[in-house]
């Protein structure tokens, strides 16, 4: 049976966990959350919360990346804990809810930045959604190399744009703004500032796919924790200063209201300058996706190895070695919950509320581990332990009851299907079981 292959560097893996944070979020939900917030003080500090957040969590997962190298990340470490079925229900999560809604809401954003561009009606918005799908995946099927190089050459476009757009937030403010942001203290409810972290969290959301790939690094149990520590750490920084830039260059009762938000900030200064950033976070949300195809089939392998998944999804390409099967499999569901939620704002609700429920899951296993496996290898050791996954942790559950209380719809439709996975869990064993019987009569 043909093998994946170990060819991602530490600068590869970082430009994964940096993109597949950095793709729609920094460039739409700015205007969803100055609705919840019309204040650029709570904007920022939104923000900041969403930063700690990715911080404490990829100090947590570095220990676990370091730990356990193998292909599929964070299911890897609920397996280890928890045993099979908490870890099924994350990887049926991933493929029904998380990885492939978040392909179809990165899709959607591609093609809002693409009308933007060229006016499209609905209909062709939803085209062009699923034609990006169906050419990141032809493009990870190809390959991991070329992913990787697709990944690290898109990553360093929208850097580069948003470095732009934050040098042009600070010229305005300091030399031709029209306007003085009013940076006072404000005090606001719970409610919605949970509701806006499901956008700030969206964005924040992907450090952590540099560990799906494990299998596929080179010396995984230092390259796999440095990556996403780097990406976290870049991407706070970057999303403290690109927001900054956003409340320079335009009134928050602006921002709430607009649908482009990056390209209207500059656009406000320079007519080409709102075309040159669509075209960029075009690209950037293009790229994000393509980073997505290629990390999380890794995990449908990793279950269908295992004996709980759909067995078919085991299959190596034998030219290119990547898992092709799990690979299309995954767009098609994507394209399913496109064509099913229809809109961005849905899509990437219905996708945080799960992920961060496993996530938190995963960042609790850190404390199983030290107390099951005090003597185990550990190339990297948590920086402050317990403190700071005890501050992932808790911060993770408010968001989560909250968002539970405020955005129901999608937080039940997603724990609707995982409850389905337990019946697809208990007959994928059974299978299994089936299978080991006919083997050993042999």
């Known amino acids: 049976m043909a093998k994946l292959k170990k060819a991602l560097t530490l600068y590869g893996l970082t430009m994964v966990a940096i993109g597949s944070c950095i793709g729609s979020g920094i460039f739409l939900t700015p205007s969803s959350i100055a609705q919840q917030l019309p204040s650029p003080s709570l904007m920022l500090f939104v923000w900041f919360i969403g930063g700690v957040v990715a911080l404490t969590g990829a100090l947590t997962f570095a220990e676990l990346g370091g730990m356990f190298t193998g292909s599929g990340g964070v299911y890897v470490y609920l397996k280890k804990a928890y045993g099979d079925l908490v870890a099924f229900l994350y990887g049926w999560s991933i493929f029904t809810v998380i990885t492939s809604g978040a392909i179809a809401a990165l899709a959607l954003a591609f093609a809002r930045y693409v009308d933007f561009l060229i006016p499209l009606s609905e209909n062709g918005k939803t085209m062009v959604a699923i034609m990006a799908i169906i050419m990141v995946t032809l493009i990870n099927i190809r390959g991991v190399k070329i992913a990787e190089y697709f990944a690290s050459s898109f990553t360093t476009m929208k850097l580069l744009g948003i470095l732009f757009v934050i040098l042009i937030g600070l010229a305005s403010y300091f030399s031709w703004s029209t306007f003085t942001p009013d940076f006072s203290i404000q005090t606001t409810q719970s409610t919605p500032f949970a509701i806006a972290l499901i956008g700030v969290l969206w964005s924040y959301g992907g450090w952590h796919h540099a560990s799906y790939l494990a299998g596929e690094a080179i010396n995984p149990q230092k390259t796999i924790p440095k990556a996403m520590m780097l990406g976290a750490l870049v991407v706070t920084i970057t999303y403290l ?133 005090p003597d185990a290898e550990r190339p990297y050791k948590t920086i402050g332990y317990p403190i700071i996954p005890l501050i992932f942790i808790l911060i993770s559950i408010w968001f989560l009851v909250y968002t539970l209380v405020g955005k129901p719809e999608q937080a039940y439709a997603g724990l609707g299907l995982m409850t389905i996975g337990i019946i697809f869990y208990f007959f994928f064993k059974k299978t299994q079981k089936k299978t080991n019987l006919t083997t050993e009569q042999k």
């Open 241 to 373: 200063l690109i927001n900054l830039a956003y409340i320079f260059l335009i009134p928050v009762s602006e921002m709430a209201n607009s649908e482009a938000i990056a390209a209207d900030a500059i656009g406000n200064y320079f007519g080409w300058g709102g075309i040159f950033i669509a075209i960029l976070i075009a690209l950037s949300t293009f790229g994000t996706a393509g980073i997505y195809t290629l990390s999380a089939p890794r995990i449908y392998f990793a279950m269908a190895r295992d004996g709980v998944f759909f067995n078919f999804l085991t299959k190596v390409h034998p030219v290119w070695r990547t898992p092709v099967n799990a690979i299309l499999l995954q767009s098609a569901w994507a394209i399913v919950l496109l064509l099913l939620w229809g809109t961005f704002e849905n899509l990437i609700t219905y996708v945080v509320f799960m992920d961060w429920l496993f996530m938190t899951f995963a960042a609790a296993s850190i404390f199983v581990f030290r107390n099951r496996m």
